[in-house]
């Protein structure tokens, strides 16, 4: 596979330490949000919320599920929506705007993760999942086999299956220390499945796993051997805590840089999964010629909305997401001290996102603990079960929410497992 000269930078900055005016040369330092308060919040404004994460459930249950947050946007995100909706100007985007948005991208990832993109190799779709199904579709032919970690973020299986690709299973190996990349189980169901496609998933969802520069190594030099086309999505990259470092798999090596495609947004960090704007970064005009072919109509225009929020959460969303990296530390911290403590629990604290991938199988609380958990303790967890077969006995906690609100709901839960 031809490669594309993309420059691997090495690059120490984590994020929160990034001075925006060197992501972007028009970057505007914004401090309005160092003084966020984060524990402020109003119970019935959350409740009145539209979106799935708070109107889908009881509003006598905490919801701990789908991965929003519930904290302010940045200001600056909330002063360009509302600069645009004030000046009536929601028309259809410009191919500027589009450029800008792929210009900051590859800055920001030069500048954070070391590798460094052309822009005319990075394409814009409306989500992340999108890109996983277009990919899916140029990588692989129906009934191809696709290798996915697993337990694995539950739209892949539903990407694989509804593309026509058949699923194939490498699931993560639990060690003392937590998961790892199996990639001697990962190369043999390559091998035996003839797979073409990998979709790894790093930071990975849902065990918050950090993929150590050694694991993912690994992987290229399988990537190598079985000529993979490699689909990373890296949309949890910023959510990282201290002692951990995200490496794009494309920054890996120049060759594995070349099969790679890495998937993005700004939706995750910045808590606006439903203004609809991710990238998609090609390691060759080869891999993205392929996924080119999907015609353009056909995958949906893009939203202004989602394009400005986006510039403007990479431009002067740097101090916002310091205060709220630290403060999801701090509920990653307390979620760990309060499970360690209950008996028969297995959690390991995740090195990134804010999620907690927890294993209540010793509790004998059946297949799918969340159930029973969104009775007795009122809280709503993902079921494990849909995160595959690795899932069964387990359930995902999402602690990005206030303090006081994760802390009654941990007590609950708490409650919930020692009646059990
Ligand atoms: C690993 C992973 N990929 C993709 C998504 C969804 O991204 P999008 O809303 O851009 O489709 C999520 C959402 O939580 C995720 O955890």
């Not at 509003?59 to 509302?82: C, G, H, K, N, Y």
């Not at 590798?115 to 814009?124: A, D, G, I, N, T």
């Not at 990479?314 to 310091?322: D, E, L, M, T, V």
Request: glycine fraction near 8%; proline fraction near 6%.
């Amino acid at each position: 596979m031809p490669g594309n000269g993309l420059l691997v930078l090495a690059s120490e900055t984590p994020i929160s330490q990034v001075d925006t005016d060197s992501v972007n040369a028009m970057a505007d330092h914004d401090d309005r949000d160092l003084s966020l308060d984060l524990e402020a919040f109003d119970l019935d404004a959350l409740r009145r919320r539209k979106g799935v994460k708070w109107s889908w459930v009881d509003p006598a249950r905490f919801p701990m599920w789908v991965a929003d947050m519930d904290f302010p946007l940045a200001s600056a995100i909330t002063e360009t929506l509302q600069d645009s909706i004030g000046r009536g100007d929601v028309g259809y985007p410009s191919g500027e705007e589009m450029e800008e948005v792929r210009e900051a991208y590859c800055q920001r990832t030069s500048s954070l993760y070391g590798v460094r993109f052309p822009s005319e190799l990075v394409e814009l779709t409306s989500d992340v999942v999108q890109s996983v199904y277009l990919g899916l579709l140029a990588y692989s032919d129906p009934g191809e086999a696709v290798v996915v970690n697993t337990p694995a973020y539950p739209p892949f299986f539903s990407a694989v299956s509804e593309t026509g690709r058949q699923l194939v299973e490498a699931p993560l190996r639990l060690g003392a220390d937590g998961y790892a990349l199996d990639l001697d189980q990962m190369e043999s169901v390559i091998a035996s499945s003839g797979a073409k496609v990998v979709i790894l998933c790093n930071p990975h969802n849902p065990t918050g796993r950090v993929f150590s520069l050694a694991e993912l190594e690994g992987l290229a030099e399988i990537a190598s051997r079985h000529g993979l086309v490699v689909m990373s999505d890296e949309i949890h990259s910023d959510i990282v805590y201290p002692g951990s470092r995200h490496r794009p798999f494309a920054s890996v090596s120049e060759e594995a840089a070349s099969r790679t495609v890495t998937l993005a947004s700004a939706s995750k960090s910045f808590n606006m999964a439903g203004l609809r704007c991710a990238t998609v970064a090609f390691g060759s005009s080869e891999l993205k010629r392929r996924f080119d072919a999907f015609p353009e109509h056909a995958r949906g225009g893009l939203s202004v909305l989602g394009m400005r929020a986006t510039l403007a959460a990479w431009r002067s969303g740097g101090p916002w997401f310091s205060r709220v990296l630290g403060y999801l530390e701090a509920n990653r911290d307390m979620v760990a001290e309060v499970l360690g403590g209950i008996e028969g629990l297995v959690h390991f604290s995740p090195e990134a996102t804010y999620l907690s991938w927890i294993d209540f199988s010793q509790l004998s609380m059946g297949e799918d603990p969340s159930e029973l958990l969104g009775e007795k303790a009122q809280v709503v967890l993902s079921p494990g079960p849909t995160f595959g077969e690795p899932g069964k006995g387990h359930a995902r906690l999402n602690f990005a929410t206030p303090r006081p609100l994760l802390s009654r709901a941990l007590e609950r839960l708490a409650e919930a497992c020692q009646a059990s």
